[in-house]
């Protein structure tokens, strides 16, 4: 299969960019924490970013998180190889699952009760999903809600995903601060992604891989320069988190 590039447009960030915060809630740890990725001294992660192959992946649900009952209908993902997003080298797969799908989640993915006749089962699905994923960084936006219901099925499956994992909010977080929006829609609009509709089944990766490569020079301008950079200041950023939302 041939190789496709995907170009965006990725101008400087917008400095005047404004927004209302959101009010801070309660939540639990397990809702936005990941577990810790120690780095090492390995060939891999004293690897540059800019040579690291990414595969930014986004799940949709039936409606709120694992840990809530929720359930997956999809998994989406595309390649990084040396910040060249590589649309050929997508990955989508709807689920079946006996759940409805809420309300609340149909506007954000599309994905109705009436799914196409080629879906698939979860366990075939997460060993197709884990053979793409190969050694690859994994990229999402709010991580931990993606990896918990990736986690949740590992034993079911047979599969395990313990790639080094990058979350795009909290690079976000670090760059600009907790004050704007860290959402991925404002992320996106921050950095000048433009183009692609999030809420299809394919868009939210894409726009997660573009955020991704958007952001290696900033990070390297503040001398976070290889994977073991990312892991140490995921794991600073997900303590104070932690911290700090935790009631």
């Given amino acids: 299969d041939g190789?496709?590039?995907?170009?965006?447009?990725?101008?400087?960030?917008?400095?005047?960019?404004?927004?209302?915060?959101?009010?801070?809630?309660?939540?639990?740890?397990?809702?936005i924490a990941m577990p810790r990725?120690?780095?090492?001294?390995?060939?891999?992660?004293?690897?540059?970013l800019a040579d690291l192959t990414f595969v930014a992946f986004s799940i949709?649900?039936?409606?709120?998180?694992?840990?809530?009952?929720?359930?997956?209908?999809?998994?989406a993902a595309v390649r990084i190889v040396g910040c060249r997003i590589l649309v050929g080298e997508s990955f989508l797969a709807l689920f079946n699952?006996?759940?409805?799908?809420s309300l609340?989640?149909?506007?954000?993915?599309?994905?109705?009760?009436?799914?196409p006749r080629e879906c698939r089962d979860v366990v075939e699905v997460l060993h197709r999903f884990h053979s793409f994923v190969g050694s690859a960084v994994l990229?999402?936006?709010?991580?931990?809600?993606?990896?918990?219901?990736?986690?949740?099925?590992?034993?079911?499956?047979?599969?395990?995903?313990d790639n080094p994992v990058f979350d795009t909010m909290l690079l976000s977080h670090h760059l600009r601060g907790r004050t704007g929006d860290n959402s991925l829609d404002g992320l996106a609009r921050r950095l000048g992604i433009d183009g692609i509709d999030r809420h299809t089944e394919l868009g939210e990766s894409l726009i997660i891989a573009a955020a991704m490569?958007?952001?290696i020079e900033p990070l390297r301008e503040r001398g976070i320069i290889t994977l073991a950079d990312v892991l140490r200041l995921s794991n600073s950023r997900l303590e104070n988190h932690v911290k700090e939302r935790l009631p």
């Fill in 139 to 161: 990229v999402a936006h709010d991580a931990a809600f993606d990896l918990n219901f990736l986690r949740s099925r590992e034993r079911a499956c047979g599969v395990r995903f």
């Fill in 97 to 101: 699952t006996e759940l409805a799908i």
């Fill in 60 to 75: 949709e649900s039936t409606g709120g998180k694992s840990t809530d009952g929720g359930d997956i209908v999809a998994v």
């Fill in 37 to 48: 990725q120690e780095p090492d001294n390995s060939e891999f992660h004293s690897c540059p």
């Fill in 104 to 115: 609340e989640a149909l506007p954000r993915h599309g994905i109705t009760d009436k799914r």
């Fill in 3 to 31: 190789l496709a590039r995907l170009r965006l447009p990725l101008p400087p960030a917008r400095e005047t960019f404004e927004v209302t915060a959101r009010p801070t809630r309660a939540v639990k740890a397990a809702d």
């Fill in 213 to 215: 490569v958007a952001m």
